[in-house]
């Protein structure tokens, strides 16, 4: 078997792989060649609602070890019992997690074999959610998600994309590939160990009044990215997030606000970090005077006009601090023209360490896109990276942070 990009962390792990009742089952056998390309043992649990996607037999034949299901009997029991099973692995990864199975998780229920390994295991626990977006975003689900993630539960995904129901929105599985990812990072090296971090994303919403608000199209993507990198390389990251439909990345703490103002305080609360990278784009205006109720409009009276106030500028904030200026700060310069020259510029007069310039003019699709192109600005002559995707780019800024603190 090959073992694609070198030796993977995943080598000679075991993988206790449940597989729940979706449609996402269905790439339970991709997932599990993946892993066994890089050399991970993988024994697969099929829930009797998987069994209804995938079967015991493609399960079986890929991961070359027995399928464990509800026809667990006596006999097994008494040559593996379900506290071994959930014990003799590395990790539990559960994919798909159906919404079914995370309430069970969360309220500690064990009414079969899936939800009993999960509660005796004493080893880290993945999900890999797939659901219908309704039942994603619904309340109980998020609920059971912020229990299970202070439990100290991994969760990779889900993404946004068109769903097997027809719906559209957060639910999809991550792909196998995050998946494998996912677990590469956190069976990997963690460069970043024992540091802090800040980062902020998104937009910001700056109120006209209680109804209304100015934005823009910033998606999150990047800076969330960006916090997912910091924390995979083991970094304590706190981002600072705008309204964005991005999903909390794990192992981050996620703070939530609106407007730049907040999201000023919300970054000051956060220090000390040794290391900020602000990639929000922050409104740099907002309304003056905030109306208390809802502009009217009047017969014959014509459009209210605004005034604006500016917003303060958290990158030069946090870069000119004096006390608990964090070690390394960086920045986003989002240009349409001469990118380099205006970066450097940018750099010199926000304070910050590097500045990482971007082409956002239409042609690129870098807005809302998956894709970037930087251009890295430091003390050094600027570095060109090649077009790459936004968790590239992530990967790669936190590679040039450990090199430069000295950890890679
Ligand atoms: O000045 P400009 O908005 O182009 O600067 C972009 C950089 O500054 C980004 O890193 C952005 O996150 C940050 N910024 C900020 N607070 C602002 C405006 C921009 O932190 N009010």
């Not at 060649?33 to 099929?46: D, M, N």
Request: glycine share 8%.
């Amino acid at each position: 078997m090959t073992v694609p990009n070198g030796a993977s962390p995943l080598a000679g792990r075991r993988v206790l792989l449940i597989v729940g009742g979706g449609i996402a089952a269905v790439k339970a056998p991709d997932l599990i060649r993946r892993l066994r390309e890089r050399r991970a043992a993988v024994r697969c649990v099929l829930t009797a609602a998987g069994h209804e996607f995938t079967t015991p037999l493609a399960l079986s034949s890929l991961s070359e070890d027995r399928v464990f299901t509800d026809l667990f009997d006596l006999t097994d029991e008494s040559e593996m019992g379900h506290i071994q099973l959930s014990r003799q692995a590395d990790i539990v990864l559960v994919a798909p997690a159906t919404a079914n199975l995370m309430g069970r998780m969360a309220a500690g229920m064990a009414p079969d074999l899936a939800a009993t390994l999960l509660l005796a295991t004493d080893k880290p626990v993945m999900l890999a959610p797939a659901m219908n977006v309704r039942m994603w975003l619904h309340p109980a689900t998020q609920r059971n998600l912020t229990i299970l993630k202070q439990d100290g539960v991994l969760v990779v995904g889900p993404n946004d994309g068109a769903m097997a129901c027809g719906e559209f929105g957060p639910g999809r599985m991550a792909e196998p590939l995050e998946i494998v990812a996912a677990l590469e990072a956190h069976f990997g090296p963690r460069p970043l160990q024992g540091l802090r971090a800040l980062v902020t994303s998104g937009p910001t919403h700056e109120p006209i009044d209680p109804v209304r608000y100015i934005a823009n199209r910033s998606s999150g993507k990047q800076g969330h990215a960006i916090a997912a990198a910091l924390a995979r390389a083991g970094a304590e990251t706190v981002l600072v997030s705008g309204p964005t439909s991005q999903p909390d990345p794990a192992g981050v703490e996620v703070r939530r606000i609106e407007t730049a103002r907040q999201m000023l305080d919300a970054c000051e609360a956060a220090l000390p970090a040794d290391i900020a990278v602000c990639a929000a784009a922050v409104a740099d205006w907002r309304v003056a005077t905030e109306a208390g109720e809802k502009l009217k409009k009047e017969k014959g009276g014509g459009p209210p006009s605004l005034a604006f106030a500016e917003n303060p500028d958290i990158l030069a904030t946090l870069s000119g601090r004096r006390e608990a200026r964090p070690g390394l700060v960086i920045g986003f310069a989002a240009e349409t023209e001469k990118v380099i020259e205006h970066a450097v510029a940018k750099r010199e007069r926000k304070g910050c360490d590097w500045i990482l310039a971007n082409d956002v003019s239409p042609a690129t699709g870098t807005f809302g896109g998956d894709n970037n192109s930087v251009t890295l600005i430091s003390d050094a002559a600027p570095d060109t990276w090649p077009p790459l995707s936004k968790q590239q780019v992530a990967d790669r800024l936190v590679q040039r942070i450990a090199e430069h603190l000295g950890r890679a």
